[in-house]
Each structure stands twice: as structure tokens, then as C-alpha cells.
């Protein structure tokens, strides 16, 4: 059972209960209070009791939302709940359960925290308003946080005048009793108060205090001569030139000492050296050895003879003015692989201080030591390259131009490379940047300049970066590079002759890693054989330099083939692959390792059947020559000269000579016939039988061999006959059939009228073609084909044709010509 609260505290509480009821004319359900208050120190145990006025069930709850609490009964109309080791601020609250009506609950609120500690650290200053009154003001720390509600008074002592102290609450200063001022506030920290400048001394305390005690601190003395702060100047906007700006400066009290700042960047300040001068209250200030086309800050503040510094100023600023850029732009350049005759410049944008103002516009020129100027362009001011011809001895100037003028030129050699020149290049790489060393193995002339580029792999053109070094620089450090790039980097040595060496290389060992991804696959299958095209990896996830390529080949039965592929190729080719299913994908390598697979891809490679590609492909040929050949021969100019050439080198059908009168007595003979291409050439003999010979010109019989045939019955072989007979015309146009035997002439007629007259016609006709028949001058035109038939004479014999009854019908001679 819980100890009976004092006896004061009772009366209190019955006293409030009275006293509520007058009050509000009505008796409340319950009264509650603490046993060490409402305010405790943190930590501290205490009980909470409730009172109750009802016959209802009690109880008692805490925090919010209520929670039940279990409490002890100490007589029916009295109950407490004990409280360990309060930590923090804590409702209670106490109601009655009754069936007809719950009254209303009655409650309290707990405080827990700590007495106020003693203020230290007190610090005051005076500020000079006028040459009458002044302002003090003073803060301190208050030491632990109390987590009550704290009071704080200023207790001030003035020496020789009584001080005039006023407390500052947002409304104008109200006189107080001296030495003691109340600052309201729930966190007190610091107090401001008017005193006049007559107040040379003054002694100043801070008292605070709160539900559970007070403090004091012990008195801080100051002399306000010591403590006096002017008022923070006022600066004008300042008027410049390039190189200094004028600023007015204006304060309401006359200074000993003015301190200017200046600054181009925020938070960078510097004090300008000769500022700390003696300031009336208008002053114009001169700023100079500042840079031209330069944003600058500017700021002051000021000191009495003794005091402390004012406060800086508000910040006022202006530009300079521009000049004419003072150095050469930083430019190289570098030659396209496929155009010889020009080259490509680069340059980098001047800063600021190289600038000295706004370019407006960059001046490319071409010179030639023979005839000068040869080519100028004006670009842009966001330009940082251009493309321009040039010439064996050519040199380009680039220029940058501002609203001032122009800069200094910078010439463009284009460099040889120096014969049997060696540079050797050590290279050292981590996570900080690219160290490189450089030795040149043969002693020659001083180098002019030292050149080191470098760009990412196939980027050349579109992200150069260069670093140019002075002639006896041997060492360079490349930094911001990005780890997951591959990179290219070139060191040249220049000469004064328009020479150079220059070693190349690929930065294997910065801080590389394994491709994050594979290559992306295509492919074309051509019945055995696949071409297999793969995509260049993203330059994000390269992770470095591609070493090479992996081509992997998985057929039915898990077998795997892997080749091997340079880093510069994209395409490769698999052949004679067997028949089936397999699956393809390609891997990507780096001095780290091997990128994951990508995608794997399916190919199905198919037997050879049917018919081959390479005989159909054959016959298409073949067919198309042929329809192409069987079109030019329906033209008649074409027709008409295959068919004499058909004629020249095929048999003539002619009659069976067994059965003519001539032929029977030459069989009677010796069975040999020459016959001559001229009558004028035939040697007639005893043995040879006549030869009818129809020839169309004496000069082109002369252009043919003798013909021979020779016959003999009685031997195994087979008469010898003319393949052709030929038509003999001389030169009225008149035919004969001109036969020899002996040096005599016997004709033959056997060609009938008409068709001699056809032939005759048939020549003319050749005659008039322009020069269509100058090819064939001196090949033998053959006989024309006129159709043959036999007109029964005597006795027919069938299977038997005779000379005798041969007639030649030359009426069809030109119909298929």
C-alpha cells in the first residue's frame, strides 16, 4: 500500500475541488495530482493519484492515444499508479465507467527536465550608430539543454554614468530599472540594449532559471572603446576599365581603416593590398591589377582606431573590359586515311585569361611560300575544328578574334615522319591517370615541341584529346580517362625541319575489367556454309580494349569448336559444316577476361539432294545462249552469211555419177580426174576424163587448190569426186559450163534459163550492199540450191537417176535466203 500524500498537499486538492465547483456550479468526477508535482527532474520516480467523486468503476490511463494502466486502490474513492525513472513528458488521466453516464475524465501533465546551468562564454559588442547612442549587444551559451521553459535576466553595471538599458521585444525600446533586464523567450540566448556613447565601462551578468532552479553566471567586464563596431559600409556599382574598376564608398561614420574584396569565383576572396586606408564618409576607392574581361565581386568593410571589424558589406559587382587575346591558340591536327590533300585542325578554346574576351570568331588561313595567301575562312565561335586543303608547301595559321582583336597565329606544319627514328615509351597506369615516359634512341637535332594525343579506339576524328609539352619535356600525365574505354595514344617529337617521331600504342593496363555483355549475332547460312556477322560492343560496356573474339560451335552431340578472331574484324565465315542442328554464339575478351554470352543462336544445315546447283546452273547458260544466238539469226543480213558459210564446209548432194554417159567411160579408164581451178591451168591427158567445172570468177579459182578425184572399179577404194561444182561467170554476165578433157572444150548445159537469170540477179543485188561483201571477196560462192526433178524419158527405172534426165528448177533459189 502506497504512503498517504502529505497534508498540504490534500488541502490543495481539496481546495481546488471547492473551488472548482463554485466556479462552475457543478462537482467534477475526479481529482488527480503528483506526489513530487508537476514538474520532476529526469530520472526520478513519483506516483500519480486520482480522486473520484462517482460509484462507478475507476481506472486510470497514459499517453495518447490512453493506454490502461494498472493501478492501486488506496480507499474507494482514491487510486495511484506509480512511475519509475520518468524519462520524458507524460500525460495521466483518470475516468469513471458508470452504465447511465460516463462523466468526463479528469487528467495530468508531468514535466520531466533538468535546473539550468550556469551561462559561460558571455560575448558583447558595441555598435557605433551615431555619435550619440550606441547599441549593445551580448550572447552566451547556456550549457546542458533543460527541456523546460527558461527565463533569463541581464543584470548591467555601468561605470561613471548610470547605464540606460532597454529590452528589445519588437516594439521600440521601453526604459527598465537599471542593472536588471528580463528576456522573454523560450530559448534565451542572447539580449541587445541602447546605451549612450558617454558609457566608456560596463559589467554584465546573465541569470536563468526555470521550474526547478536558478543559475547565475559570473560578470563579464568590457571597456566599449574595445568593443565598438562601425556601421557595414555601402558600395556603389563599380565603374571599370580592363585592368581596375573605381568604387564609391559610402559609411555614416568616419573610419580609420577600409579592407576591399574582391573575387571572380563565390567564396574565393582576395583583399586587395592597398584598402586599408583612412575613409571619410563619401570616398571614391581605386581597385587595379585585375584581369580584363573578368566578372569581379567586390565587398568592404571597416574599423575604428580600436574596435572590432564591421560587418562585410552587401556584395556589388561589374566586368571589365576586353583586350585583344594575348596568346596563340593550342592547335594540332591530324590527316584523314582516305584524303591526302587536306587535313583536319583542332584547336582548344582559350580560358578566360588567355581570351581576355569574347570570341567572337576564329580565322583558318592557308599560306603557300609561293604565292601567298591561298585560302581563309571566318567560324563560328563554338567551332573547335575544321577541314582545309593543303599543299606540299603549305603552312595554316588559326587565329581567335574578340571585339578588341586578334590573337597571336598559331602555324600548322604538316609533319614527316623521320626515317629510322626509334622512340621508346614506358607507360604506367592506375586509378589516378596515365604516366608516360619518353626516350628518343638517336641523338639528333633539339626537338621544337613534344606532342602526346589520345582518343578513344575509332574515335580519332570525333574525340581527339592532345597534350603539347615544351621541347625538353620527357614525361606527361594523361588523366580522365574513363576506365571502360579503350584508348589510343600517340606521343610525337617534333623538329624544327618539319620532321617527327611519333610511336603509337593501345592502353592495355588501366584499370580494365571483364565485357560486361557479348556481342549481339547475325547470321547467313548458304547450304554448308555460314557467315557469321557480330555488332561492336557499346563503349559503356566494353570495359576496355577488345582483344579478340571467340566464335563458339556447338553441334548435336555437345560438341564444341571455338575459333579465334581479330579484335578489328566483325565478320567470319564457317565452312563445310555437316548436316544437323547447331548452336552459335561469340564471346568478347579483354586483358581481364571474357564476356558473358549474349544470345545463342540456332542454324540447321541441310543434306545435299536433288539436283546439283553447278549442272542446272550449267544448262540456264547454255539455254539462254542458244535463244539468244537462234534471235540473231532471223535477221537476214545474218541468215544470208551463216548459210554461205553453212554451204562452204558441207557436202553438196549431187547426182550419182555411175549413172552419166561420161561417167561410164571414165570408169572404163583409169579412174582418175584432176580438176584445175583455170582452163588455162589444165593439163589434158590421155587417162583423165572430163570434169564439168562451173566457177563463178577466174580470181577466186585461183585462190583454190586442184581438186581430185580418183576412181577405180576394179579397187577397194571409193571414187574421189568435187565436193561443189561452181559457176563460171565472165565478166558481161553471161554463164558457161566449161568442162576440159585434152585441151578441148565440150559444154555441158545444166543449168535451165531461169535460173540462170535468177543467179544473175542475186549477184547485182549483192553488188549494191555497202561494203557487206568485201569479207567474203575471196571466198567461192557456192552453187545456189535449186530444186531438181525428172521428167520421164522413155522407160522409168526407179531407183535409178540418169544425167540424161535431169532438169535443175531454179524458181525457189532465194525463198529461205
Given at each position: 500500500?502506497?504512503a498517504?500524500?502529505?497534508k498540504w498537499?490534500?488541502?490543495?486538492v481539496?481546495?481546488?475541488m471547492l ?12 481529482v488527480?495530482w503528483?506526489?513530487?508535482g508537476p514538474v520532476?527532474?529526469l530520472?526520478?520516480?513519483?506516483e ?13 490511463y497514459t499517453?495518447h492515444?490512453?493506454a490502461?494502466q494498472?493501478h492501486?486502490v488506496?480507499?474507494?474513492s482514491t ?8 524519462t520524458?513528458?507524460r500525460t ?7 452504465r447511465?453516464?460516463t462523466p468526463?475524465?479528469c487528467?495530468l501533465?508531468?514535466w520531466?527536465g533538468y535546473?539550468?546551468e550556469r551561462p ?5 559588442s558595441y555598435k ?6 550606441g ?5 552566451w551559451?547556456?550549457g546542458?539543454?533543460?527541456?523546460l521553459?527558461d527565463?533569463a ?5 555601468s ?5 540606460a538599458i532597454?529590452r ?8 527598465w530599472p537599471p542593472f536588471?533586464?528580463?528576456i522573454?523567450g523560450?530559448d534565451?540566448?542572447s539580449?541587445r540594449?541602447?546605451v ?9 551578468r546573465?541569470r536563468?532559471h526555470?521550474a526547478l532552479?536558478s ?6 567586464n568590457y571597456t566599449?572603446?574595445n568593443i565598438a563596431?562601425?556601421?557595414a559600409?555601402?558600395?556603389e ?7 581596375g574598376?573605381a568604387?564609391?564608398v559610402?559609411?555614416p561614420?568616419r573610419?580609420?581603416?577600409l579592407?576591399v ?7 574565393l576572396?582576395?583583399?586587395y593590398?592597398h584598402?586599408d586606408?583612412p ?13 580584363p574581361?573578368r566578372?569581379?565581386?567586390f565587398?568592404?568593410?571597416?574599423k ?17 573590359q576586353?583586350?585583344?587575346?594575348a596568346?596563340q591558340?593550342?592547335v594540332w ?5 582516305s ?6 585542325l583542332?584547336w582548344?578554346p ?6 581576355r574576351?569574347?570570341i567572337?570568331?576564329y580565322?583558318?588561313a592557308?599560306h603557300?611560300s ?5 585560302y581563309a575562312?571566318?567560324?563560328?565561335a563554338?567551332a573547335?575544328?575544321?577541314s582545309?586543303?593543303?599543299c606540299?608547301r ?10 578588341k582583336?586578334?590573337?597571336?597565329p598559331a602555324n600548322?606544319?604538316?609533319?614527316h615522319?623521320k626515317?629510322?627514328a626509334?622512340l ?9 591517370g ?5 626516350r628518343?634512341?638517336?641523338r ?5 615541341a613534344h ?7 575509332g574515335l580519332?576524328?570525333?574525340?581527339l584529346h592532345?597534350l603539347?609539352l ?10 580522365g ?5 579503350c584508348?589510343?595514344v600517340?606521343?610525337?617529337?617534333l623538329?624544327s ?5 611519333t610511336?603509337s ?5 588501366i584499370?580494365?575489367?571483364v565485357?560486361?555483355?557479348?556481342p549481339s549475332v547475325?547470321?547467313?547460312v548458304d547450304?554448308?556454309?555460314v557467315?557469321?556477322t557480330w555488332r ?15 566464335i ?6 555437345g560438341?564444341v ?7 578489328a574484324?566483325?565478320?567470319f565465315?564457317?565452312e ?8 552459335l554464339?561469340?564471346?568478347a575478351?579483354?586483358?581481364q577476361g571474357?564476356?558473358?554470352v549474349?544470345q545463342?543462336?540456332k542454324i ?5 539432294d536433288g ?5 542446272l546452273?550449267?544448262c ?5 545462249a542458244a535463244?539468244l544466238l537462234?534471235c540473231v ?8 552469211r ?7 564446209f558441207?557436202l ?10 561420161w ?7 583409169k ?11 589444165v593439163v589434158p ?7 564439168i567445172?562451173?566457177i563463178?570468177?577466174m ?8 581438186v ?15 565436193l ?10 553471161s ?6 578433157l585434152?585441151s578441148?572444150?565440150t559444154n ?12 544473175l540477179a ?6 549494191d550492199?555497202?561494203?557487206?561483201e568485201?569479207?567474203f571477196a ?6 545456189p ?5 525428172t521428167?520421164?524419158?522413155g ?5 535409178n537417176?540418169t ?10 533459189i532465194?525463198?529461205n535466203?
Amino acid at each position: 500500500m502506497a504512503a498517504i500524500p502529505p497534508k498540504w498537499s490534500l488541502v490543495y486538492v481539496v481546495a481546488l475541488m471547492l473551488l472548482v465547483q463554485l466556479c462552475t456550479g457543478k462537482t467534477p468526477a475526479c481529482v488527480s495530482w503528483s506526489s513530487a508535482g508537476p514538474v520532476v527532474r529526469l530520472g526520478s520516480s513519483l506516483e500519480v493519484y486520482c480522486t473520484f467523486n462517482c460509484e462507478c468503476e475507476h481506472s486510470m490511463y497514459t499517453e495518447h492515444p490512453p493506454a490502461l494502466q494498472r493501478h492501486t486502490v488506496v480507499n474507494s474513492s482514491t487510486t495511484y499508479v506509480r512511475v519509475d525513472n520518468i524519462t520524458k513528458h507524460r500525460t495521466f488521466s483518470c475516468l469513471c465507467l458508470c452504465r447511465a453516464l460516463t462523466p468526463d475524465p479528469c487528467g495530468l501533465d508531468i514535466w520531466a527536465g533538468y535546473p539550468p546551468e550556469r551561462p559561460r562564454n558571455i560575448r558583447c559588442s558595441y555598435k557605433v550608430v551615431t555619435n550619440q547612442t550606441g547599441e549593445v549587444f551580448c550572447s552566451w551559451e547556456r550549457g546542458l539543454k533543460t527541456h523546460l521553459k527558461d527565463t533569463a535576466e541581464l543584470w548591467c553595471v555601468s561605470c561613471h554614468l548610470v547605464c540606460a538599458i532597454t529590452r528589445v521585444s519588437g516594439d521600440l525600446p521601453q526604459p527598465w530599472p537599471p542593472f536588471k533586464i528580463p528576456i522573454r523567450g523560450a530559448d534565451p540566448q542572447s539580449a541587445r540594449f541602447s546605451v549612450s556613447t558617454k558609457v566608456h565601462f560596463i559589467s554584465v551578468r546573465v541569470r536563468t532559471h526555470n521550474a526547478l532552479g536558478s543559475a547565475m553566471s559570473p560578470p563579464a567586464n568590457y571597456t566599449l572603446s574595445n568593443i565598438a563596431i562601425p556601421s557595414a559600409p555601402v558600395l556603389e556599382r563599380p565603374q571599370c576599365t580592363s585592368r581596375g574598376c573605381a568604387i564609391r564608398v559610402r559609411q555614416p561614420l568616419r573610419t580609420q581603416h577600409l579592407a576591399v574584396q574582391y573575387a571572380t569565383e563565390p567564396g574565393l576572396w582576395t583583399t586587395y593590398p592597398h584598402s586599408d586606408v583612412p575613409v571619410a564618409l563619401d570616398q571614391l576607392l581605386s581597385v587595379w591589377s585585375l584581369e580584363p574581361y573578368r566578372l569581379y565581386h567586390f565587398r568592404a568593410r571597416a574599423k575604428f582606431s580600436t574596435g572590432l571589424w564591421s560587418d562585410w558589406s552587401d556584395v556589388t559587382h561589374s566586368w571589365t573590359q576586353e583586350e585583344a587575346p594575348a596568346r596563340q591558340l593550342d592547335v594540332w591536327y591530324t590527316q584523314p586515311p582516305s584524303d591526302v590533300k587536306s587535313i583536319r585542325l583542332y584547336w582548344k578554346p582559350m580560358n578566360v585569361t588567355h581570351a581576355r574576351g569574347k570570341i567572337v570568331v576564329y580565322l583558318v588561313a592557308v599560306h603557300s611560300s609561293e604565292s601567298g595567301l591561298v585560302y581563309a575562312a571566318n567560324l563560328s565561335a563554338e567551332a573547335t575544328s575544321a577541314s582545309v586543303a593543303f599543299c606540299a608547301r603549305c603552312h595554316v595559321t588559326v587565329s581567335a578574334l574578340n571585339s578588341k582583336g586578334m590573337s597571336p597565329p598559331a602555324n600548322i606544319t604538316a609533319y614527316h615522319t623521320k626515317a629510322l627514328a626509334q622512340l621508346d615509351v614506358q607507360v604506367k597506369a592506375d586509378e589516378h591517370g596515365v604516366a608516360l615516359w619518353w626516350r628518343q634512341a638517336e641523338r639528333a637535332t633539339a626537338p621544337t615541341a613534344h606532342v602526346v594525343e589520345w582518343y578513344p579506339d575509332g574515335l580519332k576524328l570525333q574525340e581527339l584529346h592532345w597534350l603539347r609539352l615544351n621541347g625538353e619535356a620527357r614525361q606527361a600525365v594523361i588523366k580522365g580517362l574513363n576506365a571502360s574505354e579503350c584508348y589510343e595514344v600517340a606521343v610525337y617529337v617534333l623538329h624544327s625541319e618539319g620532321l617527327m617521331t611519333t610511336r603509337s600504342f593501345r592502353l592495355l593496363n588501366i584499370s580494365q575489367s571483364v565485357p560486361k555483355v557479348g556481342p549481339s549475332v547475325q547470321h547467313e547460312v548458304d547450304f554448308n556454309r555460314v557467315a557469321v556477322t557480330w555488332r561492336e560492343l557499346p563503349r559503356a560496356q566494353r570495359g576496355g580494349c577488345i582483344t579478340e573474339y571467340t566464335i563458339y560451335l556447338e553441334d548435336a552431340t555437345g560438341s564444341v569448336q571455338q575459333y579465334s578472331v581479330q579484335a578489328a574484324k566483325r565478320k567470319f565465315f564457317l565452312e563445310d559444316l555437316p548436316p544437323g542442328a547447331h548452336s552459335l554464339w561469340v564471346t568478347a575478351w579483354t586483358a581481364q577476361g571474357e564476356s558473358p554470352v549474349a544470345q545463342k543462336v540456332k542454324i540447321l544445315i541441310r543434306a545435299a539432294d536433288g539436283i546439283p546447283v553447278l549442272p542446272l546452273v550449267l544448262c540456264l547458260l547454255l539455254s539462254a545462249a542458244a535463244l539468244l544466238l537462234l534471235c540473231v539469226c532471223q535477221i537476214a543480213a545474218v541468215k544470208r552469211r551463216v548459210w554461205l558459210l553453212f554451204q562452204r564446209f558441207m557436202l553438196q548432194v549431187v547426182p550419182d555419177p555411175a549413172n552419166s554417159k561420161w561417167a561410164k567411160e571414165c570408169t572404163q579408164g583409169k579412174g582418175e580426174i584432176k580438176l584445175q581451178p583455170q582452163a588455162s591451168e589444165v593439163v589434158p591427158t590421155e587417162e583423165v576424163e572430163p570434169i564439168i567445172s562451173i566457177i563463178t570468177d577466174m580470181e577466186e579459182v585461183s585462190n583454190h587448190n586442184t581438186v581430185e578425184a580418183v576412181s577405180s572399179p576394179a579397187g577397194p577404194s571409193t571414187p574421189r569426186w568435187p565436193l561443189t561444182t561452181y559457176i563460171k561467170g565472165d565478166s558481161n554476165g553471161s554463164e558457161q559450163t566449161q568442162a576440159s578433157l585434152d585441151s578441148s572444150a565440150t559444154n555441158v548445159d545444166y543449168l535451165s534459163t531461169g535460173c540462170q537469170e535468177r543467179r544473175l540477179a542475186m549477184e547485182e543485188e549483192d553488188l549494191d550492199e555497202e561494203g557487206e561483201e568485201e569479207e567474203f571477196a575471196q571466198i567461192l560462192t557456192p552453187l545456189p540450191n535449186c530444186s531438181m526433178f525428172t521428167e520421164p524419158v522413155g522407160p522409168q527405172i526407179i531407183g535409178n537417176l540418169t544425167l540424161d534426165a535431169v532438169r535443175i528448177d531454179c524458181s525457189g533459189i532465194f525463198e529461205n535466203s
